[in-house]
């Protein structure tokens, strides 16, 4: 199996707020590693942070491929993300940023095992 349709269907759960579609993408035991450096574990905090983010309907994100490699049953893409939003006076803002996306297959599917966003 590719890598490149299951990093595209990750993203674009992202970016239609599909919190199902999203977790389908996600393994069981993954981090994520928030841009204010709070870690998350496993796929309960994993979805609950998802869940409240998704229900936010002021965002967008741009993401870019800066590189993209797979070695054996293990992938992951270096990501440039630009991050639209709306302060919580409805003020736009922009944030651009580097997001690590480690994935892993299991049983013919890639799964998300590590997720890192790094403010510029």
Not at 23 to 38: S, Y
Request: glycine letters at 4%; proline letters at 4%; one cysteine or more.
């Amino acid at each position: 199996m590719e890598f490149q349709p299951a990093l595209d269907a990750h993203l674009k759960a992202i970016e239609a707020r599909d919190l199902e579609g999203y977790l389908a993408t996600v393994h069981q035991d993954a981090t994520l590693i928030l841009p204010n450096g709070k870690l998350l574990r496993g796929t309960k905090e994993i979805a609950a942070y998802h869940a409240a983010w998704f229900s936010d309907p002021d965002w967008s994100l741009r993401a870019e491929a800066v590189r993209v490699e797979t070695a054996g049953d293990s992938a992951f893409a270096l990501l440039s993300v630009v991050y639209d939003d709306l302060d919580p006076e409805g003020k736009p803002y922009q944030k651009v940023y580097y997001l690590t996306l480690y994935f892993a297959r299991a049983e013919e599917r890639w799964l998300l095992v590590h997720d890192q966003n790094t403010f510029c």
